[in-house]
């Protein structure tokens, strides 16, 4: 089981230009392979392998000296990108021929195997030098993968660990189904709801503010340049209250149950109506989701996704099918009587849809709470 740990840095200026011609070493690598690839199949009909450009990056001279695992993990970078294209090609989806990377569209690069370690509050980079790193938090496993990432104006050290097998799955006594929405975040099967936290909407005036004055600036002005910076930094901090929140959210849910039940919802489709995109991104359920399996399986529990086919529609009660418009919040079963909030009856027939289970029977409705008002964003 693989686990990742994020830590902020903070280079000296020196330092930090170092960084930053290393990003343009990797970027060119890129970009200079990418047109191989291309031209030899234009030109010779002949396609190239990660291997084959691997032997041949060692004998290019930059003048920037740069690590050589550093060097051939970019051109393994490039190989997983045309495995992803030519798998689309396969299966039919869109296939999105790989892109050279602008200035601005390369913001990592990363060490496979050696060439760095932690030294107290200081990270070593091999070609680099000795960086501050604030570890707020101890690593656990085996460290495999160090990568340098740029994020605007900050520095970020992602490791790669090796946490071995992953715990035996425990027998769940207690399950929750859970249905996601925009009006609310996610509403559980017990009854209780919490509010979407809506970070894009709330930022937007200011984002607005920001991006006028950017469209204003001269390209390639200097100005310019600290403009976009401060439009990044909004968007950073909407990224990260988003995130900050579903940590927190899928860590409350797996502490307290044993399995969890979402929908296997198609967002790639969803977002395609405009007039609830900004909302569905907003809400980042698919991260949620991710959060919550990934949690999971760290603690030996179950995540499961099920059909979200008329979850809404159905009652929960009876089965019989109600048919009624999204602006319609009440679910009124005219066969059976049934009346409560639309999203609870979803996630009842959620949970009620999950499979058999370790225990051999399938899951039913718990009315195991987690312990604090429905609505609050406490945890």
């Avoid at 970078?77 to 601005?104: H, I, N, Q, V």
């Avoid at 009856?345 to 225990?359: E, H, K, P, Q, S």
């Amino acid at each position: 089981m693989r686990k990742s740990y994020k830590f902020r840095l903070y280079p000296a200026k020196e330092q930090e230009i170092v960084l930053v011609k290393t990003l343009d070493v990797c970027r060119y690598i890129y970009n200079e392979f990418l047109a191989d690839r291309k031209n030899a199949y234009d030109r010779c009909n002949q396609g190239l392998t990660t291997f084959d450009q691997i032997t041949q990056v060692k004998y290019i001279e930059f003048n920037t000296e740069v690590f050589s695992q550093i060097k051939q993990d970019v051109l393994r970078r490039l190989g997983k990108s045309f495995d992803a294209f030519f798998r689309r090609c396969k299966t039919g989806e869109t296939p999105g021929y790989p892109r050279f990377k602008g200035k601005d569209r390369y913001n990592s690069f990363t060490y496979p195997q050696s060439g760095f370690r932690i030294e107290g509050t200081k990270l070593k980079l091999s070609k680099i030098g000795s960086i501050k790193i604030k570890q707020h938090r101890e690593i656990e496993g085996k460290l495999k993968t160090c990568s340098i990432k740029r994020e605007g104006d900050q520095w970020y050290a992602v490791f790669s660990v090796d946490m071995g097998a992953s715990p035996e799955k425990i027998r769940p006594s207690t399950s929750i189904g859970i249905d996601v929405g925009l009006n609310s975040c996610v509403t559980l099967s017990n009854g209780e709801q919490y509010d979407s936290p809506i970070y894009c909407r709330k930022s937007e005036r200011s984002l607005a503010v920001q991006q006028k004055r950017l469209s204003k600036k001269k390209k390639g002005a200097s100005n310019r340049l600290k403009q976009k910076l401060k439009v990044v930094k909004v968007h950073r901090k909407i990224r990260n209250q988003r995130l900050d929140f579903n940590h927190k959210l899928s860590r409350v849910l797996v502490n307290k149950f044993d399995r969890i039940v979402f929908e296997d919802l198609n967002i790639k489709d969803m977002v395609k109506d405009h007039h609830l995109a900004k909302s569905i991104h907003d809400v980042a359920w698919g991260q949620l989701i991710q959060m919550a399996k990934s949690k999971a399986e760290e603690a030996g529990k179950y995540v499961e996704l099920v059909n979200p086919f008329n979850t809404s529609q159905e009652c929960s009660s009876c089965g019989n099918i109600v048919r009624k418009a999204l602006s319609v919040r009440i679910h009124k079963c005219p066969e059976c009587g049934l009346e409560l909030d639309r999203d609870v009856n979803a996630a009842i027939n959620i949970l009620n849809r999950c499979t058999v289970g370790t225990t051999g029977r399938a899951c039913g409705v718990t009315d195991v709470g987690l312990g604090y008002e429905a609505g609050s964003q406490s945890f």
